[in-house]
């Protein structure tokens, strides 16, 4: 405990201090209870958990407000509680403004209050969140172990997951033999929305602490070894964007030191390990894995894919351990250009989609036949033709989105139809109802599958800025922070906004990212009292 509240902790000042003490039991219970809940198995598992995560919010939210009058009249000294705004602080008070005002001029206030059915993410949730995010970056003090907390809990969840994909069920769940369900999180698309805000972290701190115990690096490499197995197996290439992002962004910051350096190239290591170590389970039990397909997932679990990368890997692992390398200023510079080359492959790939979607692409309206189609094919690149098909049903999505936010007056351009109130306008539409009914076979299409897309019908454009302004400026003040939680946290805002430019906000991601944001708002404010 001493641990989780910082090493140098004045036990006698912090039971004067109920505050704090009230909000590290609410940390404690959404980081670690609240992904593991379960009601009914899978049965109504989004009432269930948007239950305990309202119930618990607004509990502890007034028993807080509570605590912090106490201290107040107390005089118990906190002089970053009523500090200056940072401009993160500024821009989450104009979200929160502009969610309120969404509400009011919604299409049904009823809905922009309570979310879509299934989903839950309305203003009520958004309010509750402002309000924690308030608490946590000004009324409490938080050590390290705070971190390890969220990693031990997501570790559970995770094992859960890979037991799951090799058709291993711990305990019975309701629901629970359906492929498309994954732990106690729900189905794949939830499920890797809560890797994608809680997986980067450990990787973050593994490649980015200074000081390492051995025993420490071993559980590190642990948990590392669990994220990749369960990002390899759950089945859905989205999670590569995570996954990409963190390379990316650990070789960014790894080689600044030769201790970086090779935990970086540790981490690529266990990667591929997971890789094979799965490969080698799938196929001394063909009929063991449940979820087989043909995508990124089985490229990197069910072939030697890994193996062919992890050789190369560790001989340079091995020669630079030889050589005692340091990093030198050239390899720094050259590490600075390999940052700059692959945006710009990237840049170079969606500018191909852009091309071959308006111009090539177009050859597919065509009917061709044996060879010639298989050569149009191949020269078109299909995969970046950005139709209405791309990406399962994405393409569509999207493009939907856009429609909506076209046909709104400049107030609901301005405010959005109401918080998580997409499904509700469609509803109220009944063409495209019927269009979407026909084309999802009778799935209701409740979000872009595109966060920007989304939050520009649900909140407008104000609340999209006033949204992006807050998380961009809280990652651009934890690059110029020399505090490596920090700097560990922004990685993980940054895998959640990488993942949802294809996918969606959610109970069990998005309510994460806010607590990340505010926990890591406390260590800005508060650092002289956790060093």
Same mark, same amino acid.
């Given at each position: 405990?001493?641990?989780?509240?910082?090493?140098?902790?004045?036990?006698?000042?912090?039971?004067?201090?109920?505050?704090?003490?009230?909000?590290?039991?609410?940390?404690?219970?959404?980081f670690?209870?609240?992904?593991l809940?379960?009601?009914?198995?899978?049965?109504?598992?989004?009432?269930?958990?948007?239950?305990?995560?309202?119930?618990?919010?607004?509990?502890?939210?007034?028993?807080?407000?509570?605590?912090?009058?106490?201290?107040v009249?107390?005089?118990?000294?906190?002089?970053?509680?009523?500090?200056?705004?940072?401009?993160?602080?500024?821009? *989450?008070?104009?979200?929160?403004?502009?969610?309120?005002?969404?509400?009011?001029?919604?299409?049904d206030?009823?809905?922009?209050?309570?979310?879509?059915?299934?989903?839950?993410?309305?203003?009520?949730?958004?309010?509750?969140?402002?309000?924690?995010?308030?608490?946590?970056?000004?009324?409490?003090?938080?050590?390290?172990?705070?971190?390890?907390?969220?990693?031990?809990?997501?570790?559970?969840?995770?094992?859960?997951?890979?037991?799951?994909?090799?058709?291993?069920w711990?305990?019975?769940?309701e629901?629970?033999?359906?492929?498309?369900?994954?732990?106690?999180?729900?189905?794949?698309?939830?499920?890797?929305?809560?890797?994608?805000?809680?997986?980067?972290?450990?990787?973050?701190?593994?490649?980015?602490?200074?000081?390492?115990?051995?025993?420490?690096?071993?559980?590190?490499?642990?948990?590392?070894?669990?994220? *990749?197995?369960?990002?390899?197996?759950?089945?859905?290439?989205?999670?590569?964007?995570?996954?990409?992002?963190?390379?990316?962004?650990?070789?960014?910051?790894?080689?600044?030191?030769?201790?970086?350096?090779?935990?970086?190239?540790e981490?690529?290591?266990?990667?591929?390990?997971?890789?094979?170590?799965?490969?080698?389970?799938?196929?001394?039990?063909?009929?063991?894995f449940?979820?087989?397909?043909?995508?990124?997932?089985?490229?990197?679990?069910?072939?030697?894919?890994?193996?062919?990368?992890?050789?190369?890997?560790?001989c340079?692992?091995?020669v630079?351990?030889?050589?005692?390398y340091?990093?030198?200023?050239?390899?720094?510079?050259?590490?600075?250009?390999?940052?700059?080359?692959?945006?710009?492959?990237?840049?170079?790939?969606?500018?191909?989609?852009?091309?071959?979607?308006?111009?090539?692409?177009?050859?597919?309206?065509?009917?061709?036949?044996?060879?010639?189609?298989?050569? *149009?094919?191949?020269?078109?690149?299909?995969?970046?033709?950005?139709?209405?098909?791309?990406?399962?049903?994405?393409?569509?999505?999207?493009?939907?989105?856009?429609?909506i936010?076209?046909?709104?007056?400049?107030?609901?351009?301005?405010?959005?139809?109401?918080?998580?109130?997409?499904?509700?306008?469609?509803?109220?539409?009944?063409?495209?109802?019927?269009?979407?009914?026909?084309?999802?076979?009778?799935?209701?299409?409740?979000?872009?599958?595109?966060?920007?897309?989304?939050?520009?019908?649900?909140?407008?454009?104000?609340?999209?800025?006033? *949204?992006?302004?807050?998380?961009?400026?809280?990652?651009?003040?934890?690059?110029?922070?020399?505090?490596?939680?920090?700097?560990?946290?922004?990685?993980?805002?940054?895998?959640?906004?990488?993942?949802?430019?294809?996918?969606?906000?959610?109970?069990?991601?998005?309510?994460?990212?806010?607590?990340?944001?505010?926990?890591?708002?406390?260590?800005?404010?508060?650092?002289?009292?956790?060093?």
């Amino acid at each position: 405990m001493k641990k989780l509240l910082g090493k140098n902790v004045d036990w006698r000042r912090l039971i004067r201090k109920p505050a704090n003490i009230l909000i590290y039991a609410y940390l404690i219970l959404v980081f670690m209870i609240y992904p593991l809940y379960l009601r009914n198995g899978y049965m109504d598992i989004d009432e269930s958990k948007y239950f305990f995560f309202s119930t618990v919010s607004k509990w502890m939210i007034m028993a807080i407000a509570v605590g912090i009058v106490v201290e107040v009249l107390a005089n118990t000294e906190n002089k970053y509680a009523f500090s200056k705004p940072t401009v993160t602080d500024c821009f *989450f008070l104009a979200y929160l403004l502009i969610t309120v005002i969404s509400v009011v001029l919604s299409i049904d206030r009823l809905a922009a209050i309570s979310g879509y059915t299934g989903w839950y993410m309305g203003g009520f949730l958004i309010i509750m969140l402002g309000i924690m995010y308030l608490f946590i970056s000004r009324f409490s003090v938080f050590g390290d172990g705070i971190l390890t907390l969220i990693m031990v809990a997501s570790t559970f969840v995770f094992i859960l997951g890979i037991l799951n994909r090799f058709s291993v069920w711990p305990f019975p769940i309701e629901g629970s033999y359906a492929i498309e369900f994954l732990s106690t999180i729900g189905n794949i698309g939830w499920y890797c929305g809560y890797i994608s805000v809680t997986a980067p972290l450990g990787i973050a701190l593994y490649i980015l602490k200074t000081e390492m115990s051995k025993t420490e690096r071993i559980i590190y490499i642990i948990y590392l070894f669990i994220v *990749f197995m369960t990002s390899l197996t759950q089945g859905a290439d989205s999670i590569f964007i995570v996954l990409g992002l963190m390379f990316f962004l650990g070789l960014k910051y790894a080689g600044d030191s030769n201790e970086g350096l090779y935990r970086w190239l540790e981490t690529v290591m266990v990667f591929c390990v997971a890789g094979q170590i799965s490969n080698i389970i799938r196929h001394v039990n063909l009929r063991i894995f449940t979820y087989n397909s043909t995508n990124m997932c089985d490229i990197f679990n069910d072939k030697l894919t890994t193996l062919f990368i992890l050789i190369p890997v560790v001989c340079v692992y091995v020669v630079l351990k030889l050589r005692s390398y340091v990093p030198s200023d050239k390899f720094k510079r050259f590490i600075n250009r390999v940052m700059i080359i692959i945006p710009a492959i990237i840049a170079l790939i969606v500018l191909m989609a852009i091309i071959n979607t308006c111009f090539i692409g177009k050859t597919y309206d065509l009917e061709l036949t044996g060879k010639e189609t298989e050569l *149009f094919q191949k020269l078109a690149l299909k995969f970046l033709y950005l139709n209405e098909n791309w990406g399962s049903g994405r393409g569509k999505a999207i493009s939907v989105g856009i429609r909506i936010f076209e046909n709104q007056d400049i107030f609901h351009k301005l405010f959005g139809v109401g918080p998580d109130c997409m499904g509700t306008y469609i509803d109220g539409a009944s063409e495209l109802a019927k269009e979407l009914e026909y084309y999802f076979e009778g799935d209701v299409l409740t979000n872009a599958h595109c966060e920007p897309v989304t939050s520009l019908v649900n909140i407008g454009i104000l609340g999209t800025v006033s *949204f992006y302004g807050l998380i961009l400026s809280f990652i651009c003040r934890c690059f110029h922070s020399d505090d490596k939680r920090c700097l560990a946290i922004a990685m993980c805002i940054i895998c959640y906004i990488g993942y949802n430019l294809l996918n969606y906000a959610n109970i069990l991601n998005y309510p994460f990212m806010i607590l990340l944001i505010a926990i890591g708002e406390n260590y800005m404010k508060n650092r002289k009292q956790v060093e």
